[in-house]
């Protein structure tokens, strides 16, 4: 059966640009604007190019799915009107989008360019999350959690295939842990925040107006950035105008040599798909992630609740959720430096992991308030720095 001109067309240029990125790769030692090259220098620029605009964005989406755990210590059951079982509904509906259309969302990053992709999601979960400061009711609030499921879902897959274009393995993991540990800051300064709004005398509403300030100062900040990130994200090495030829030539042979022929312009046919589902890592790294995200977000929405119910008020419950945060984000990088140093991933998996599970068992027997605390901080360090370790799973699929 003959291949479609289309496809046929397709072909060629895989081979083409795999042909072409082979002889850089041959030339580059006896190349002298190759020689020429800082591989430091030009790996420093790429840094403040790439990784700080990914990272903004995904802070910004944390902050806008997690604002509601904020808002839960200053009356949000009461003024919505939510008994028995409400809030969590409001909580796992989110979910249900972001868990079915996360495969077809790796598929439209195949099809439209990652920044235009990437923006136009960002404008949208920061038009829903201003649309959650005007719910009265419980209809609302998980309309309004549903799609911002919807459109968040794509956000990370895409931000990880991008950064994976511009970075060697042995030097993904800290640029990694710092995209990833934004939930760590955007955890901090919600809790920053909350505190601050939250220090008013308490009106009729006042969950309302809490939200309403929080989603409106979160969603429009969200949605101007959107803007600006359009045009400040670099989709591949070879289409960035802050590059040299030369510079762009070298980016290319070293990942080739790396690992090889990206695929990018490579369709995504049935069969590919097909292959895909048929490697054993996909489903051993698919629990390995469920093990370390369940306790994550439990986190990330039921923390401010533990904190009040060891006898902290409102205001002082924010307040002792932001230090977990900080340290959690220092840690995370100093262990993600660390592993990308020794080339070695399992030992930090295991041994974070481990140190959350010594959290969980202290939460478990101790009931007093200063030994509580220090545990929630000891689950938050494991727990991110696990979430941090992800591309762990990246690293067994390559």
């Not at 030009?42 to 944390?62: C, E, G, N, Q, W």
């Not at 609302?140 to 990370?156: D, P, S």
């Not at 929405?301 to 002792?320: D, P, V």
Request: net charge positive.
């Amino acid at each position: 059966m003959a291949s479609s001109p289309q496809f046929a067309k397709s072909s060629d240029c895989i081979k083409n640009d795999a042909a072409f990125i082979s002889d850089v790769v041959d030339d580059v030692a006896g190349n002298d604007a190759a020689r020429r090259i800082d591989e430091r220098k030009l790996l420093r620029k790429i840094d403040l190019r790439v990784v700080p605009a990914l990272t903004m964005m995904y802070f910004l989406a944390s902050l806008d799915r997690v604002n509601i755990s904020n808002a839960v210590l200053f009356g949000l059951k009461t003024d919505l009107n939510l008994e028995g079982n409400h809030l969590n509904t409001a909580l796992v509906v989110f979910f249900v989008p972001y868990v079915l259309f996360e495969i077809p969302s790796n598929a439209l990053v195949k099809r439209f360019r990652p920044h235009v992709l990437l923006s136009f999601c960002m404008f949208l979960f920061g038009l829903i999350s201003v649309l959650q400061g005007l719910t009265q009711n419980l209809s609302g609030l998980i309309a309004t959690r549903f799609f911002l499921g919807l459109v968040v879902t794509g956000t990370l897959p895409a931000c990880f295939y991008l950064m994976s274009m511009w970075y060697k393995r042995s030097e993904s993991q800290k640029r990694f842990s710092f995209f990833l540990s934004s939930t760590s800051l955007a955890g901090g300064f919600g809790g920053l925040l909350a505190s601050a709004i939250g220090k008013r005398r308490r009106p009729p509403y006042f969950y309302i107006l809490c939200l309403l300030k929080l989603s409106y100062a979160e969603g429009t900040l969200t949605c101007a950035m959107s803007i600006v990130l359009y045009f400040i994200i670099t989709d591949f090495p070879e289409e960035a105008a802050w590059l040299s030829d030369d510079e762009k030539d070298f980016v290319k042979a070293r990942l080739y040599e790396d690992v090889g022929d990206s695929k990018r312009l490579e369709p995504l046919t049935p069969r590919i798909v097909l292959n895909i589902f048929k490697d054993y890592k996909l489903y051993i790294s698919g629990f390995m992630y469920f093990g370390l995200i369940v306790p994550a977000l439990s986190y990330a929405y039921f923390a401010l609740i533990i904190i009040q119910s060891l006898g902290n008020g409102n205001i002082q419950s924010q307040l002792l959720s932001v230090p977990q945060w900080a340290v959690a984000f220092v840690v995370a990088m100093m262990a993600a430096a660390a592993s990308d140093y020794t080339r070695h991933r399992f030992i930090f998996a295991v041994g974070l992991s481990l140190v959350s599970l010594a959290g969980f068992i202290i939460l478990l027997v101790v009931r007093e308030n200063t030994p509580a605390i220090r545990s929630i901080i000891l689950i938050f360090n494991g727990r991110i720095l696990g979430y941090a370790h992800r591309d762990l799973l990246v690293h067994y699929q390559s």
